[in-house]
Each structure stands twice: as structure tokens, then as C-alpha cells.
């Protein structure tokens, strides 16, 4: 199940990027060479932008791509209490965050986007959708530090998706 997930969000980051380069190509093009800019290829970026970067967090963290210092390689005891430390600390980060957004896309339902006029709660519920997911791949990589079992293990690792 975890495959499916890793895959459709990596071909929506791809897609969200390939839309971002063309709609601002097309709209540097229609201001400049036309000089008629449309008025919406800015915020739709801005909004794929932000999506790109709470979803990369989820793969990010199915991938154990974060930055990490590892100088405690020689104490595995220590190393592994403050990894857990660690995970809790951005457990209850993201499920913070994940419940503000999702307070913040329930009351924004009736508040349309400057230029495309979509509800403002959409692109607000990128926030707990990609908090959730990230929560569960965190939630994945404790168990595996609990448990002592391999991080790379591809049936119970959320985030990688490699065949």
C-alpha cells in the first residue's frame, strides 16, 4: 500500500513541477512578448511550490533523506535514544501542524484564491494530508529503531518506493 502512495506523490511532485516551469515560461512569454500576463500562472506556482515542499517532507522521511550529523556512531545505545527522542519530538511537531491546517482548511472554505478563485480550504489541506503521511513514515522509522529491524526493509518502510 505504501508503494502505491510513495508513487502517486512522485508523480505528483513531477507533475507539479513540470506545471510550474511551463506556466511561468507561458506567462514570462505573454509579458513580454504580448504584453498580456495572465493573472493566475503566479499563484498556481506559489501553490504547487508549497505542495512540493510538504509532500518532498514526506518522502523525505520514507527515504531517511533529512540532514543528520552522525557522530555517535560509536555508542549505539546513546545514538538510538536520542534518534527516538528525536522522532517523538517531530511526532508531535507534525501532529500540531497537521491539526492547525486542518483547523485553517475547515474555516477556509468560503474564502476564494485571489486569482483562480478556488477555495482557499484546497491548497490549506496540502498541510494535514502531508503531515498525516509524514506522521505514519515517522511512525515507521520508530518502530524499525524499537525493534532493531533494517530502515531499508521495502515492505514496511513508507517513503521508498524503489522496486
Not at 508513487?7 to 498580456?36: C, E, G, M
Not at 505542495?51 to 552522525?70: C, D, T, W
Not at 509524514?134 to 526493509?153: M, Q
Amino acid at each position: 500500500m505504501f508503494r502505491t502512495i510513495d508513487r502517486v506523490v512522485d508523480a505528483a511532485l513531477v507533475l507539479s513541477l513540470a506545471i510550474i516551469a511551463t506556466v511561468l515560461v507561458i506567462q514570462v512569454a505573454l509579458r513580454y512578448l504580448l504584453h498580456a500576463p495572465l493573472a493566475w500562472p503566479e499563484e498556481l506556482s506559489q501553490f504547487l511550490l508549497v505542495g512540493i515542499s510538504f509532500f518532498g517532507m514526506y518522502r523525505a522521511f520514507g527515504e531517511q533523506a533529512h540532514i543528520r550529523i552522525q557522530w555517535l556512531d560509536k555508542r549505539p545505545f546513546a545514538l538510538r535514544l536520542l534518534r527516538a527522542y528525536g522522532l517523538l519530538a517531530v511526532a508531535i511537531f507534525l501532529a500540531y501542524i497537521g491539526y492547525g491546517g486542518f483547523l485553517l482548511a475547515a474555516a477556509a472554505w468560503n474564502q476564494p484564491s485571489t486569482a483562480l478563485r478556488l477555495p482557499m480550504a484546497i491548497p490549506y489541506l496540502i498541510i494535514p494530508v502531508s503531515c498525516a503521511l509524514s506522521l505514519v513514515a515517522v511512525a515507521v522509522s520508530a518502530k524499525h529503531l524499537l525493534f532493531g529491524t533494517e530502515i531499508g526493509d521495502q515492505d514496511q518502510n513508507p517513503g521508498n518506493a524503489d522496486p
